[in-house]
């Protein structure tokens, strides 16, 4: 199945007779990304009525596999794609395709392309042929030459990780309810504004006081470190993270993972919620 509508979209140019012959997918995940190409190639070449994992035709079989000589995946090899890789697409590439409807090359990783590669590579981006389509993959489009990406149609795919509320499997009530305290609560200690253990009585322990509660608000205080860490935080209750250091982003989640750690065991909740605030007055 392809999971991605914008590749899903090159299935209908292509049956309108409207294909481009190079893409350049940017991308978060090349593999995904990869792999929905691949889903591509098969649902356009299916012998049979193409469905989601194809087992009916060998055909889908041999592209999924990449057992078929019309289609070429290339790889980096070591720090970069080779000028010989490339030579030998080109030779390969000279025949008509036979078992596919085109000759169908996929360069994964197509930052790795060195200068010599890319020049080599423009000869067919300049020359186009009827029965050569071309799939360029990136997670980082300034790494590529200009003149690559300049022939290329450009297609941003991003895939969406899996949510917060998926994360850690509960509703969206009781994420804005874990927002709240969290917020409240990091922002608080944090900025020193109140006493830890006070807050520990005030802001968390009035609301919740399960062992499960108490794992799901310190998962989400992780993720929403992750997040920032990651320069990826959307969520703007949480925007006073991105005023800290570095230094201190790793220090407070190392504390905060320290405790996710010690919550499952037979603590004392109240004792093991002191204890971080008391760690917190050292970030
Ligand atoms: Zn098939």
Redesign the pocket.
Known sequence: MIKNEKVQFLVNKYHENKLSHAFLFVTNDIQKCHQDLIEFV?EIN???S?KDN?Q??N??YQIENNIILNLIEIYPDGQNIKKSQILELQEKFKTKPLYLKQNIYIINNAEKLNSSSSNTMLKFLEEPEENILGFFITNNKESMLETIKSRCQIIVVNYNEENIVQKLGISEDELQNYEDIASTYLNCLINKKEDGILLNKKVILSTINKREQIINLFNLMYLLIDETLNKNLTNSRFSFLNNLEFEKLVDLQKKVYNTLETIPFNVNIELLLDNFAMEMEEL
């Open positions: 098969k299916c012998n049979s193409y194809c009916d035709c055909l889908c």
